[in-house]
Nanobody, 120 residues
Framework: QVQVVESGGGLVQPGGSLRLSCVASGNILVTNNWAWFRQTPGQERDLVAEIFRPTSTEYKESVKGRFTISRDDAKNAVYLEMNNLKPEDTAVYYC??????????????WGKGTQVTVAR
């Protein structure tokens, strides 16, 4: 059994910063890729950033230069540093880990999300 838990969301003013954290626990052999998604009401979940082993990254165009994804494999953790936040960044942010729990057991595990609200 694997649990994935996000934290660090909250209310921030435009131009402000937040750091999201996500930690996986349980019977984990290795985590391959990590990704952050976000979702607003009535919309599909949208990929924001992804980090591959060992450290290559990809970003949604609208967050390039403002968001940074990083990972700590010793802690089974991934982070999303968000700077110069804009109201359009408001969403529930979800973490997803591509996790191996056995030699032939690999799947995506999702957290329950953390709310980020950017407003005055």
């Amino acid at each position: 059994q694997v649990q994935v838990v996000e934290s660090g969301g909250g209310l921030v003013q435009p131009g402000g910063s937040l750091r999201l954290s996500c930690v996986a626990s349980g019977n984990i052999l290795v985590t391959n890729n990590w990704a952050w998604f976000r979702q607003t009401p009535g919309q599909e979940r949208d990929l924001v950033a992804e980090i591959f082993r060992p450290t290559s990254t990809e970003y949604k165009e609208s967050v390039k230069g403002r968001f940074t994804i990083s990972r700590d494999d010793a802690k089974n953790a991934v982070y999303l540093e968000m700077n110069n936040l804009k109201p359009e960044d408001t969403a529930v942010y979800y973490c997803r880990g591509d996790i191996l729990t056995g030699p032939l057991e690999r799947q995506y595990y999702w957290g329950k999300g953390t709310q980020v609200t950017v407003a005055r």
